[in-house]
């Protein structure tokens, strides 16, 4: 594939009759890890549920190419058979499915609904499993069912690298967790890492960034990314707040007739 892996112009969102994105731009390669940034509110959840098709966020205007492909038009299922996958802020529980079902399901749904052979699978989960140095156990129990914060969001990893997605979307992955297990999900992100993924890693603070290195970083805030940068951008960010680079944004917002 030639081109940028995932392209955003103009993308504006809204939430039930509320605008939440105002012009979003933003290109994502192969092998690259963006970090978004920004105040609550500002949209960071928005992108990412709208950029897997969630019907509730409407898109008002711009485009969204995904290898290529005009991708607006389609259904969040036929996104993920492309190659995208969301890790959810705040993953749901599946009483009564484990791991080891639910997974398999997904890889044949990734697939098209081609059977996916049962040696194939074991294989594939036990390779993964020991990749991110997780217990086979763990693929025995219910989905998230009694799972801590930490353990949800290493399932997302596990289902990240059974699906081998060509674009993973981390909406807040560090929310809700303690530094240990942080390190521990974002060892597990970085074992996938490889110079075919492309990682759009939504965040409000810096210290995800200490663990899963990006080599952009973007501030979104009020529906715009008014701030691009290397990882220096996330340093800053973590010493002197949002005030300074909002408050340099304002005059540029004012002209639109918008409060900062």
């Known amino acids: ?33 963006h970090a978004i940034m920004g105040p609550n509110g500002s949209g960071k959840s928005t992108l990412a549920n709208a950029l897997m098709g969630h019907p509730r966020y409407q898109i008002t205007a711009g485009r969204v190419r995904f290898k290529g492909e005009d991708i607006l038009g389609l259904t969040p299922d036929a996104r993920a058979q492309m190659g995208m996958f969301l890790a959810f802020q705040y993953p ?9 079902n639910f997974l398999r399901q997904a890889l044949k749904a990734r697939r098209g609904g081609a059977d996916v052979p049962v040696r194939e699978f074991r294989e594939k989960l036990m390779s993964t499993l020991k990749l991110l140095k997780m217990d086979e156990q763990f693929a025995r129990r219910y989905v998230n069912e009694g ?21 993973a979307i981390m909406d807040e992955t560090d929310s809700g967790l303690d530094i240990d297990a ?27 960034l200490n663990y899963i290195k990006p080599q952009f970083v973007h501030v979104l805030f009020q529906g715009r990314i ?13 010493e002197h707040g949002y005030d300074p680079i909002i408050a340099e944004f304002a005059p540029a917002l004012a002209a639109t007739g918008e409060k900062a």
């Open 147 to 167: 799972f801590s914060g930490g353990e949800k969001k290493r399932a997302e990893v596990l289902q990240m690298g059974i699906l081998e997605p060509d674009l």
């Open 182 to 208: 942080l390190r521990t999900v974002a060892d597990g992100v970085n074992a996938l890492m490889t110079d075919q993924l492309g990682v759009v890693l939504i965040t409000h603070y810096q210290r995800l």
């Open 92 to 100: 749901t529980s599946i009483p009564g499915v484990t791991m080891v």
């Open 226 to 238: 008014i701030e691009s940068g290397g990882p220096e951008l996330a340093l800053q960010l973590e």
């Open 1 to 33: 594939m030639t081109g940028p892996l995932l392209e955003i112009q103009g993308l504006e969102v809204a939430v039930e009759g509320k605008q939440i994105l105002n012009g979003v731009d933003l290109t994502v390669n192969r092998g690259e890890v």
